[in-house]
């Protein structure tokens, strides 16, 4: 913590699982792809565009193939340090490699009704009162949209989304489900209006986004399109690519590595060739097949691990600001298995270094389903975390010589000045029970899911975000009312 509002992780040493020579192999396959296979662009403008650049073209196959020089000098445009700005300035979001952040997860199909347990499709109500959650935790230090509401017209999605952000949290938006140029012009108007004008929110951005790669070695016309409306609005804009080994990427670390890298030094190329400076970061994502379900395994198990590590030395390698993918898990509740998940892929995340942001917490079942109380059980694990990168501080005083003198053999610490005057230093459990066998059945046996859906429930009756001016508010309503056709 440094006086703001938010909990993030500090500064790490990063564990190595790549010799400098195999670096430099995979960094030189990717540019061997990239020029050799290149990618698939669904943008007939933006093809048009890098031909301008250099880049080859054929557009009968929408395909583009990036000289090595060009990907490198489009690594090199792109700025190491930015902000992601908040309405309330003592939640911005400083990347620079100092610190970890953590953000709501993105876009769960279902909910976890915070009444009934129920799973059902979420609703804007849903996403309100998550967006009212996470503003009020400290570790969560910017938004996602953490579900797809599904009470509007699909085409108002991603306006509504962003309205609900904006109005119901002081935090940084993330507007990560704007997939066309409409819906990106759609946010970048809605962040003009809070900030107030096109120069204010340039200088503080308060929204900003990032876009997927189609695995394998595709983008889409409208997430590139997004990228590019954005950045020219002085947005940040990040690139993700979510290959799942065996399906949408080789079956083998290495292979999913290459194919995977070259997704996004392909849209960070992109980007920086046609926006110049635009902000942006590198977000391996890695994803894995399920050899017995078939479905998708999201930071299951060690090849989880070896992955990020391997991701964070490339980022590393490129001076890139980096987005990581923690707390995934195949369990359908806060239990055992989703424990142990959540906590090995946040130490995953502890060893790859200094990882800038960090995704992302709420959901359960492969992300396919929000839970709020998740929320708040992986912020107890992330202010584990963040405590333990604090250090172990040693000085006259915290070594206590004096102390232990004074009280001598057989005597008791309780009543001495010293004790008082550090106890409230020690971390102290909100959700993970350290009560008595006989107070903890008198309660009903409560898990750490209970309390921590109580306390959930608390937040969301009672926390009041910093408002938006009435007028402002209005005009949001508005703007998303277009997309409606209100």
Request: aromatic share 6%; proline share 6%.
């Amino acid at each position: 913590m440094d006086g703001s509002r938010i909990r993030t992780l500090g500064r790490r040493p990063a564990i190595d699982v790549l010799s400098r020579e195999d670096l430099e192999r995979v960094h030189s396959a990717t540019l061997d792809v990239l020029e050799t296979t290149g990618l698939e662009v669904g943008s007939a403008r933006v093809l048009g565009l890098l031909a301008e650049a250099g880049a080859k073209i054929d557009p009968a196959a929408r395909r583009v193939r990036f000289p090595g020089h060009m990907v490198e000098a489009a690594v090199e445009a792109a700025p190491r340090d930015f902000l992601l700005a908040a309405r309330d300035p003592a939640a911005d979001v400083i990347v620079d490699g100092s610190r970890g952040y953590l953000s709501l997860d993105g876009c769960a199909a279902e909910v976890v009704d915070l009444d009934t347990g129920a799973r059902r499709p979420p609703t804007r109500d849903d996403l309100r009162k998550a967006t009212i959650l996470a503003d009020a935790t400290p570790e969560v230090a910017y938004l996602w949209p953490c579900v797809a509401v599904t009470d509007v017209p699909p085409e108002a999605q991603a306006s509504y989304q962003t309205l609900i952000q904006l109005v119901h949290s002081s935090k940084h938006v993330s507007a990560m489900a704007t997939y066309s140029e409409r819906d990106a012009r759609i946010a970048v108007e809605m962040a003009t209006v809070v900030a107030g004008s096109a120069e204010a929110l340039r200088a503080r951005p308060i929204v900003s986004t990032f876009q997927c790669s189609l695995s394998p070695l595709m983008y889409d016309e409208g997430p590139i399109e997004a990228a590019l409306a954005f950045a020219e609005a002085g947005l940040p804009c990040g690139f993700v690519a979510m290959a799942i080994g065996t399906a949408g990427a080789p079956t083998t670390l290495a292979g999913h590595l290459v194919s995977l890298n070259a997704e996004l030094l392909g849209g960070i190329t992109i980007l920086e060739t046609l926006v110049p400076g635009a902000p942006t970061y590198y977000g391996p994502y890695e994803a894995f097949m399920d050899l017995m379900s078939g479905g998708i395994g999201l930071a299951w198990g060690p090849e989880d691990v070896l992955f990020k590590l391997a991701a964070a030395q490339l980022a590393r390698r490129y001076d890139l600001p980096m987005n990581i993918i923690a707390f995934g898990t195949g369990a359908k509740t806060q239990d055992w298995q989703a424990g142990a998940q959540h906590a090995l892929s946040l130490m995953g995340v502890l060893a790859s270094g200094d990882v800038d942001l960090v995704s992302a917490t709420g959901t359960i079942y492969g992300s396919r389903v929000f839970a709020f109380e998740n929320v708040l059980l992986d912020a107890e694990l992330w202010d584990i975390a963040a405590r333990i990168l604090e250090g172990f501080p040693v000085s006259e005083d915290l070594l206590a010589v004096d102390v232990i003198e004074a009280v001598g053999p057989a005597g008791h610490f309780l009543d001495q000045d010293h004790t008082l005057a550090h106890m409230r230093e020690r971390w102290r459990a909100r959700f993970f029970g350290s009560e008595s066998w006989e107070a903890w059945e008198a309660a009903g046996r409560p898990e750490p899911k209970d309390r921590a859906r109580d306390r959930a429930r608390e937040i969301v009756a009672t926390h009041e975000p910093l408002p938006l001016p009435e007028d402002v508010e209005r005009e949001l309503h508005a703007i998303a009312a277009r997309t409606t056709g209100g």
